[in-house]
């Protein structure tokens, strides 16, 4: 039964990852009592105009929006749903490099042309940092585009000048979109970055269930800005949500925010993240990521001058200290944390990363291996249906890509239809793979195969 194969996983492993809730009965108990449908009483999530419309005009109130709309589909439906929404079919779009797979979906939906905006990389972690005002208007510029997406904070909680790029966006006509799926947790707490929310955005989406005590699947759309249209975003919303919207994930969105608008959720929470980050300073081999612009929430537990890495770390974590991380990477691994995590977890993380770091040995590592810039030689929409050949891996080199291949997390493509597969990328996910990191392709080809567009004569 996968209820008993579940079971063997959760068991005794402490979840340093998402959902927020963390198991904790708190905010998981009684759910299922409301599993219920549309009858009487009950409210309608696609016509909200009982007791859920009180709860999101609620939640719009503390996260301090426009309007505010629960979402049961996850992010993805309401990256689907707002970009459909504010973009013509065939218009042309700037996003950034490292958005979601959900964002490439809805360019390809809506036969969009795309301008890439390769973020600045992190040295440090090997992962793509911030994304740059200046690159946001010189691709504007080139592009035409008036519609931008980008993500903030990225899934190790580096967030990007919003501020800057929303006043960048807006002088020249255009609609700033930010997927803020690690960052629901964010603006209501001085102690972690500014939300995107009340930084100029027109519209942000979250994952409630990532960083608040939500069920999974639950996500919010914030509308930031007059310059959105509520009936539009609705009516995709109408697309691409289920037509029957589980009442216990709507449920807890709602008990998450009733309570932060009753009491302070997130004191509690930040002085264990003060008493961890102080206990960590006298880790000598390993080390963690702080910056005035990440989030702290995301604990980046660097690898780069012990002999260790990231992939190692994980594993070392599981196996013999029962506690799953969210991520790893070749020079960090990826704590997830939420208000729902516990005194007793914080310390078994502290206690397991002190006796593993007594156990290295420095090692600076000259060069951490990160994602290559791919080269665009077509459009994602011409090589996603144009004809194809499946190859076997090898014979794909400098060949142009049909399919997505991604590791997930964190979901973004690392070579998408139209990309070329350089020998640096082959060689960038051939390390991937050997230290277990997931990776999947659209088409499910790789890793032994991969489809390429044809060569014409």
């Known amino acids: 039964m996968l209820e008993k194969e579940l079971k063997k996983v959760t068991d005794e492993v402490y979840p340093f990852h998402m959902p927020g809730h963390k198991r904790q009965k708190e905010w998981t108990k009684g759910l299922l009592d409301f599993d219920i449908t549309e009858i009487d009483g009950s409210d309608n999530l696609h016509s909200p105009n009982g007791v859920i419309l009180r709860a999101q005009r609620r939640a719009s109130s503390l996260c301090k929006s426009v309007s505010t709309i629960f979402l049961s589909g ?3 439906a309401g990256i689907l749903s707002a970009i459909s929404a504010v973009c013509q079919k065939n218009s042309k779009i700037v996003i950034a490099r490292n958005c979601h797979k959900s964002v490439y979906n809805a360019c390809l939906i809506n036969g969009l042309q795309t301008e890439f905006v390769y ?8 992962v793509f940092g911030e994304v740059l005002p200046s690159d946001i208007a010189c691709a504007m510029d080139k592009s035409g585009a008036k ?10 909680g580096i967030t990007s000048d919003i501020k800057t790029i929303a006043k960048t966006v807006h002088s020249r006509g255009g609609i700033l979109i930010v997927d803020s799926a690690h960052g629901a947790h964010l603006g ?3 102690y972690f970055p500014p939300t995107a929310r009340t930084l100029g955005a027109d519209i942000v989406i979250e994952s409630a269930h990532k960083t608040l005590p939500c069920l999974t699947g639950a996500a919010l759309l914030h509308i930031c800005s007059h310059r959105i249209n509520y009936e539009d975003i609705r009516s995709q919303i109408e697309i691409f949500e289920t037509s029957s919207p589980p009442y216990p994930i709507i449920c807890s969105i709602d008990r998450f925010f009733e309570k932060q608008s009753k009491q302070d959720l997130f004191t509690p929470y930040v002085k264990r993240l003060e008493k961890f980050y102080g206990e960590a300073k006298n880790l000598k081999n390993l080390s963690l990521f702080e910056s005035s612009y990440s989030d702290k929430g995301k604990i980046v537990i660097m690898t780069e001058n012990a002999d260790i890495s990231g992939f190692e770390l994980k594993r070392i974590l599981r196996e013999k200290y029962e506690i799953e991380l969210e991520m790893a990477m070749p020079g960090f691994a990826l704590a997830m944390t939420s208000l729902a ?3 007793e977890g914080f310390d078994r993380l502290i206690f397991a990363l002190k006796e593993i770091d007594k156990t290295l040995k420095e090692k600076k590592k000259s060069l951490l291996l990160f994602q290559p810039k791919a080269e665009t030689r077509r459009s994602m929409s011409f090589a996603q249906t144009a004809d194809f050949e499946v190859l076997p891996i090898e014979k794909c080199v400098g060949r142009v890509s049909a399919e997505f291949v991604f590791a997930y997390p964190p979901g973004s493509p690392i070579i998408a239809p139209g990309e070329v597969l350089s020998r640096e990328i082959s060689d960038y996910l051939s ?10 392709s659209s088409k499910q080809n790789y890793p032994r195969f991969l489809a390429v567009l044809e060569e014409k004569d």
């Not at 973020?119 to 090997?126: R, T």
């Not at 519609?147 to 190790?156: A, D, G, H, L």
Request: net charge neutral; proline share 5%.
């Open 74 to 76: 996850g992010s993805t």
């Open 119 to 126: 973020p600045a990389v992190k040295n440090s972690l090997g």
């Open 147 to 156: 519609t931008v997406v980008i993500t903030s904070p990225t899934y190790e």
């Open 188 to 190: 209501f707490n001085g």
């Open 341 to 343: 995590d516990t005194d």
């Open 431 to 440: 390390y991937l793979l050997k230290n277990k990191a997931q990776i999947f």
